[in-house]
Nanobody, 124 residues
Framework: EVQLVESGGGLVRPGGSLRLSCAAS????????IGWFRQAPGKEREGVSC????????LYSEAVKGRFVTSRDNVNKIVYLHMSSLKPEDTAVYYC?????????????????WGQGTQVTVSS
């Protein structure tokens, strides 16, 4: 059974930083892409970033490009989302997900395993 567990969310002031972690089990880590998605209150879930665990290819949404960085630890099967210069509009529940494929993709339909989410709140 695939399990994805996010951690690291919390309350941070605008301009601050957070690092989210996604610990994966029950899958062949090197053979999948892991994506980060977020859902703000009253809004649809959107893709934030993804990384191919095979070759390290990364993709980012325009909203976070230059501020967020995703990285992976293939030994411990963890994917990180390093978030900096956070803005109030980054407030959302953040989810990690495992894709059906190894190529990096931001298409939500390409993902079939999801974590439970972690809340990130950016507020002064």
């Amino acid at each position: 059974e695939v399990q994805l567990v996010e951690s690291g969310g919390g309350l941070v002031r605008p301009g601050g930083s957070l690092r989210l972690s996604c610990a994966a089990s029950g899958l062949t880590f090197d053979d999948v892409a892991i994506g980060w998605f977020r859902q703000a209150p009253g809004k649809e879930r959107e893709g934030v970033s993804c990384i191919s665990n095979s070759d390290g290819t990364t993709l980012y949404s325009e909203a976070v490009k230059g501020r967020f960085v995703t990285s992976r630890d293939n030994v411990n099967k963890i994917v990180y989302l390093h978030m900096s210069s956070l803005k109030p509009e980054d407030t959302a529940v953040y989810y990690c997900a495992a894709a059906k494929y190894v190529r990096a993709t931001m298409q939500e339909s390409d993902y079939d395993s999801w974590g439970q989410g972690t809340q990130v709140t950016v507020s002064s």
